[in-house]
């Protein structure tokens, strides 16, 4: 059975750069809230969809879905690495049932996860140990993405074989909402970062250093206003929020990926796992949003959204 959803930001400059601390207060708190609700549905464990920052898929073979059997944090970011606690033979029953509902998702004996799912599972576990999970990754970072419908079917699917599991299972969606953050794209970059976007070649400590301290950096710059990245769109963000919590969950089909990217950042597109998270439920559920603030010093539109069938 479903117990609900929870939909939530993530970002990897939480720990390292600070917001005013009215802000900064008002986000623990509501998270913490939102830990003991989740906590009070006791979930014998999680599905969370999220996105990939081109830490764990790559050109070399690129699905737009894919359901982890075994797999692992990478640790970026302050988050703990090692193995992640996913049911395996439970992880398998649902990619099975995917394809049979006529989804073509991938699965991965060997899943490498980065913050876009260990951060919010990390945050959702304060004061208790961390839910077992099935992690679903949703192609948000690397062209072509998936489509908002075949998202929704998706989502739908996961919560159809949810539904009538017999454990309790919470659905998570992990992203964004607006952010622009410093990613390579494959169409720019040097031929030894292309090499690496497709081949996935694991990153030296001294690159994924470079490559950590260059999001500090441009969290400091946003801050100062001389961040040459998009700022997150409060506005945008908004009126996506207006939209989950109203059921509306083709608030973006008819926008193009360029138009996402160009109004709420690159990282507009995860926008996707909330939206397959959110599918997951029967229409009519109940949405609140937590929080939401738009935090330079963490470059991302924040919020926290919960949901429950109606």
Known sequence: MIVGSVCLSHSPLRDSSRPS????????DALRKLAAIVADKKPD?????????LNGFFYKLLPPFCVGIQGASVGDYGTAAGLLDIPEDRASALARFLLDAGIDAAISHDMHVDHGAVQPLEWLSEGHAPLPVIPIFVNCAAAPLPTFERVRALGRAVGDWAREAPERILIIGSGGLSHDPPMPSLATASPEVRARLIGGTPLLHAQRFARQNRARTEGQAM???????????????RTLLDAFVSGNLSVLDNV????????GGRGGHEARTWIAALAALRPGYA???????????WITGMGLLEATEA
């Open 21 to 28: 601390a009215d802000i900064e207060a008002r986000f623990d």
């Open 45 to 53: 464990f999680a599905v969370i969809f999220y996105p990939d920052h």
């Open 223 to 237: 801050v100062t206003g001389t961040s040459s990245l998009l700022p997150a769109n409060a506005e945008w963000d």
């Open 256 to 263: 193009t990926d360029a138009a996402i990217a160009q109004t």
């Open 287 to 297: 949405g609140h949003v937590h929080f939401y603030e738009a935090i330079d010093a």
